[in-house]
Nanobody
Framework: QVQLVESGGGLVQPGGSLRLSCAAS????????MRWYRQVPGKERELVAH????????NYADSVKGRFTISRDNAQNTVHLQMNSLKPEDTAVYYC?????????WGQGTQVTVSS
């Protein structure tokens, strides 16, 4: 079955960096676009970054543009989110996502906390 497993979250000081990873299995990874979302309690899940199936096209939310970079390794079935210059408002649970047969698939999420 489809599985998405996020890792790499943690506590970091403002201005610091983290690299999130999402390991995918149960589907042909290289066929599908991948996304990172984030969510804070009481708010809707927010799309942070998107990458096409080949990695040739990426898009970012305005709030992270220039600080975050999404990438993928189709040989390793993984997608990454490099987060630099982190701010307290980046604190959230980060989720990996893809859409297969018009159904959204989600990982369990990884907590990112930016605080001094």
């Amino acid at each position: 079955q489809v599985q998405l497993v996020e890792s790499g979250g943690g506590l970091v000081q403002p201005g610091g960096s983290l690299r999130l990873s999402c390991a995918a299995s149960g589907f042909t990874f290289s066929y599908y676009a991948m996304r990172w979302y984030r969510q804070v309690p009481g708010k809707e899940r927010e799309l942070v970054a998107h990458i096409s199936s080949t990695g040739g096209t990426t898009n970012y939310a305005d709030s992270v543009k220039g600080r975050f970079t999404i990438s993928r390794d189709n040989a390793q079935n993984t997608v990454h989110l490099q987060m630099n210059s982190l701010k307290p408002e980046d604190t959230a649970v980060y989720y990996c996502n893809t859409i297969i047969y018009e159904r959204a698939r989600w990982g369990q999420g990884t907590q990112v906390t930016v605080s001094s």
